[in-house]
């Protein structure tokens, strides 16, 4: 049987209800004034790193300031650091929320104070608080395409396990979502357990793989839902002596770990998404909006489907550069990604 692999998911390049704005002479006066956008993410490791990275550079090539706080996935943090946005008087907010409720209050606070917010990666409740833009990675849509597509690819019965992230967090919700979905269409495919919960984090990941072999669960695929859970997965079959060519391995994210690993060969798919390209999609959006210029008010960033052969073409990086600007012009102003249109 084909190993166990730890299946990488690249998100591919889709815009679902794109709509543009067309600049106006008020925007255009905006233009000359010296921006300062605020930002709120959870923390600064791991994919948050890239994605600042990716939001730095857009705000550097706009002479745009920028001001970063952070809330650790916590609703209450998140409300303090909108507000102290608010205080500091910045002309537009982007908000990777803790949870779809924080996300409507903290645009409800910023319609109060008259300050564009967009949010990203949690969707937005029902309530008073609107956000002007909401980009995501349609995460749902991401584990539908990894099952299609390991379907697909790989012959045979596929007994699979998926270790997620954060339980109760948006992505790892309709991902979960997504997945049992698709597998429960699809002939020959099942899940061999319960959905575990790795919290991005490869320590974690590892008890938890170890854990199943040692447990006696049969399963010849192994979904990864971040380059760290991959790790730990990885990790923990070799520390279990489980021959990885009997595991068929895929990972969600396809970031620096998950390249080492398959330059190792040691992973066999990937659904490549970048949060560096995702933090460049979100700088300038929002500032787009603040110039005048057409920007999106619903999107989803790129994913790519990845495997062994073809990744060093088709992955998207984590790290960005200037290179991709046009790219990412192209993608706010008409909703498609076209990598072709990268500078050389």
């Given at each position: 049987m084909k190993r166990l692999t730890t299946v990488l998911l690249t998100v591919a390049v889709f815009s679902l209800m794109a709509v543009p704005v067309f600049a106006t002479g008020q925007g255009e006066k905006k233009a000359n004034k010296q921006l300062t956008v605020g930002y709120v993410i959870p923390y600064e490791i791991g994919w948050f790193s890239s994605f600042v990275q990716g939001f730095e550079l857009v705000a550097k090539d706009e002479g745009v300031k920028t001001v970063r706080l952070h809330h650790n996935y916590k609703a209450d943090q998140e409300t303090k650091a909108i507000q102290d946005l608010i205080?500091?008087?910045?002309?537009?907010?982007?908000?990777?929320?803790?949870?779809?409720?924080?996300?409507?209050?903290?645009?409800?606070?910023?319609?109060?104070?008259?300050?564009?917010?967009?949010?990203?990666?949690?969707?937005?409740?029902?309530?008073?608080?609107?956000?002007?833009?909401?980009?995501?990675?349609?995460?749902?849509?991401?584990?539908?395409?990894?099952?299609?597509?390991l379907r697909k690819d790989e012959s045979g019965e596929l007994s699979v396990i998926n270790i997620q992230g954060f339980a109760g967090t948006p992505p790892v919700i309709e991902g979960m979502n997504g997945l049992k979905t698709e597998i429960a269409k699809l002939d020959n495919m099942k899940l061999a357990t319960d959905i575990q919960f790795g919290d991005y984090a490869t320590e974690k990941s590892l008890g938890i793989i170890k854990?199943?072999?040692?447990?006696?669960?049969?399963?010849?695929?192994?979904?990864?839902?971040?380059?760290?859970?991959?790790?730990?997965?990885i990790q923990g079959l070799k520390e279990e002596n489980v021959d990885l060519n009997k595991v068929i391995i895929v990972s969600v994210n396809g970031g620096p770990m998950d390249v080492e690993n398959l330059k190792k060969g040691e992973i066999d798919y990937v659904l490549s998404q970048s949060p560096g390209l995702h933090g460049m999609i979100v700088a300038y959006n929002l500032i787009s909006k603040l110039k005048g210029r057409t920007f999106q008010t619903k999107?989803?960033?790129?994913?790519?489907?990845?495997?062994?052969?073809?990744?060093?073409?088709?992955?998207?990086?984590?790290?960005?550069?200037n290179s991709w600007l046009p790219v990412v012009h192209e993608f706010v102003k008409t909703g498609k990604y076209k990598p072709e249109l990268r500078t050389k």
């Open positions: 205080t500091m008087g910045v002309d537009g907010i982007n908000d990777t929320a803790a949870t779809a409720e924080s996300a409507e209050y903290s645009s409800q606070l910023a319609n109060e104070a008259k300050i564009p917010i967009q949010v990203t990666e949690s969707g937005v409740a029902k309530g008073k608080g609107q956000p002007f833009a909401v980009i995501d990675f349609d995460w749902s849509k991401i584990y539908r395409t990894v099952a299609d597509d854990a199943l072999v040692e447990g006696g669960i049969k399963f010849n695929t192994a979904i990864g839902s971040s380059q760290e859970i991959t790790e730990g997965i999107t989803y960033s790129p994913i790519i489907w990845v495997n062994k052969k073809n990744w060093q073409k088709k992955l998207i990086p984590w790290k960005m550069d």
